[in-house]
Nanobody
Framework: QVRVVESGGGLVQAGGSLRLSCAAS????????MNWYRQAPGKQRELVAV???????NYADSVKGRFTISRDNAKNTVYLQMNSLKPEDAAVYYC??????????????WGQGTQVTVSS
Protein backbone atom coordinates (compact mmCIF):
# COMPACT_ATOMS: atom_id res chain seq x y z
CA GLN A 1 0.00 0.00 0.00
CA VAL A 2 1.10 3.55 -0.70
CA ARG A 3 -0.01 6.62 1.21
CA VAL A 4 0.35 10.18 -0.06
CA VAL A 5 -0.05 13.08 2.36
CA GLU A 6 0.03 16.79 1.56
CA SER A 7 0.66 19.67 3.92
CA GLY A 8 1.38 23.37 3.91
CA GLY A 9 -1.82 24.96 2.68
CA GLY A 10 -3.44 27.90 4.40
CA LEU A 11 -4.51 31.51 4.15
CA VAL A 12 -2.13 34.11 2.74
CA GLN A 13 -2.44 37.66 1.49
CA ALA A 14 -2.00 38.42 -2.17
CA GLY A 15 1.70 38.76 -2.92
CA GLY A 16 2.63 36.34 -0.19
CA SER A 17 4.18 32.88 -0.31
CA LEU A 18 3.37 29.35 0.72
CA ARG A 19 5.25 26.09 0.47
CA LEU A 20 3.36 22.86 -0.06
CA SER A 21 4.81 19.46 0.71
CA CYS A 22 3.69 16.02 -0.35
CA ALA A 23 5.21 12.80 0.91
CA ALA A 24 4.69 9.23 -0.25
CA SER A 25 5.15 6.29 2.10
CA UNK A 26 4.65 2.56 1.98
CA UNK A 27 5.86 -0.07 -0.44
CA UNK A 28 7.80 1.97 -3.01
CA UNK A 29 10.41 0.61 -5.38
CA UNK A 30 10.79 3.77 -7.41
CA UNK A 31 9.01 7.01 -8.23
CA UNK A 32 8.61 8.51 -11.67
CA UNK A 33 6.89 11.86 -12.16
CA MET A 34 5.62 13.91 -9.25
CA ASN A 35 2.88 16.40 -10.01
CA TRP A 36 0.88 19.19 -8.46
CA TYR A 37 -2.68 19.89 -9.57
CA ARG A 38 -5.25 22.37 -8.35
CA GLN A 39 -8.99 22.69 -8.52
CA ALA A 40 -10.90 25.88 -7.84
CA PRO A 41 -14.66 25.85 -7.14
CA GLY A 42 -16.64 25.33 -10.32
CA LYS A 43 -13.53 24.65 -12.38
CA GLN A 44 -11.82 21.56 -13.70
CA ARG A 45 -8.72 20.22 -12.05
CA GLU A 46 -5.64 21.59 -13.80
CA LEU A 47 -2.02 20.53 -13.87
CA VAL A 48 0.15 23.15 -12.18
CA ALA A 49 3.65 21.67 -12.23
CA VAL A 50 5.52 18.46 -12.96
CA UNK A 51 8.96 17.21 -12.00
CA UNK A 52 10.26 14.06 -13.65
CA UNK A 53 12.49 11.41 -12.14
CA UNK A 54 15.37 13.08 -13.96
CA UNK A 55 14.58 16.45 -12.42
CA UNK A 56 13.06 18.13 -15.44
CA UNK A 57 10.25 20.52 -14.63
CA ASN A 58 7.27 21.92 -16.46
CA TYR A 59 4.73 24.52 -15.39
CA ALA A 60 1.34 25.85 -16.35
CA ASP A 61 1.69 29.21 -18.05
CA SER A 62 -0.31 30.85 -15.28
CA VAL A 63 2.32 30.03 -12.63
CA LYS A 64 5.59 30.24 -14.56
CA GLY A 65 8.09 32.47 -12.82
CA ARG A 66 6.15 32.38 -9.54
CA PHE A 67 5.97 28.69 -8.56
CA THR A 68 8.85 26.24 -8.21
CA ILE A 69 8.47 22.47 -7.99
CA SER A 70 11.23 20.35 -6.48
CA ARG A 71 11.68 16.85 -5.13
CA ASP A 72 13.69 15.07 -2.49
CA ASN A 73 14.09 11.51 -3.67
CA ALA A 74 15.53 10.33 -0.37
CA LYS A 75 12.33 11.42 1.36
CA ASN A 76 9.90 10.53 -1.45
CA THR A 77 8.69 14.08 -1.17
CA VAL A 78 7.71 16.77 -3.65
CA TYR A 79 7.45 20.46 -2.85
CA LEU A 80 5.70 23.41 -4.43
CA GLN A 81 7.08 26.81 -3.53
CA MET A 82 4.47 29.42 -4.40
CA ASN A 83 5.51 33.07 -4.49
CA SER A 84 3.70 36.23 -5.51
CA LEU A 85 0.38 34.53 -4.90
CA LYS A 86 -2.72 35.94 -6.55
CA PRO A 87 -6.38 35.52 -5.62
CA GLU A 88 -6.81 33.38 -8.71
CA ASP A 89 -4.32 30.88 -7.27
CA ALA A 90 -6.82 29.97 -4.57
CA ALA A 91 -7.83 26.33 -4.91
CA VAL A 92 -7.48 22.91 -3.40
CA TYR A 93 -4.04 21.68 -4.34
CA TYR A 94 -3.47 17.98 -4.93
CA CYS A 95 -0.28 16.07 -5.49
CA UNK A 96 -0.05 12.99 -7.66
CA UNK A 97 2.92 10.68 -7.45
CA UNK A 98 3.69 7.90 -9.94
CA UNK A 99 4.83 5.01 -7.75
CA UNK A 100 6.34 1.85 -9.18
CA UNK A 101 6.58 -1.49 -7.44
CA UNK A 102 9.40 -3.92 -8.09
CA UNK A 103 7.13 -6.34 -9.92
CA UNK A 104 4.05 -4.22 -10.42
CA UNK A 105 3.30 -1.43 -12.88
CA UNK A 106 3.54 2.21 -11.94
CA UNK A 107 0.37 3.75 -10.60
CA UNK A 108 -0.61 7.32 -9.78
CA UNK A 109 -1.37 7.88 -6.12
CA TRP A 110 -3.18 11.02 -5.02
CA GLY A 111 -3.16 12.98 -1.83
CA GLN A 112 -6.26 14.23 -0.07
CA GLY A 113 -5.73 17.84 -1.10
CA THR A 114 -4.76 20.96 0.80
CA GLN A 115 -6.64 24.25 0.67
CA VAL A 116 -4.87 27.41 -0.43
CA THR A 117 -6.76 30.65 0.14
CA VAL A 118 -5.44 33.99 -1.10
CA SER A 119 -6.99 37.19 0.20
CA SER A 120 -6.90 40.34 -1.89
Amino acid sequence: QVRVVESGGGLVQAGGSLRLSCAASGIIFSINAMNWYRQAPGKQRELVAVVTSGGRTNYADSVKGRFTISRDNAKNTVYLQMNSLKPEDAAVYYCSIDVCGRFTPCLAYWGQGTQVTVSS
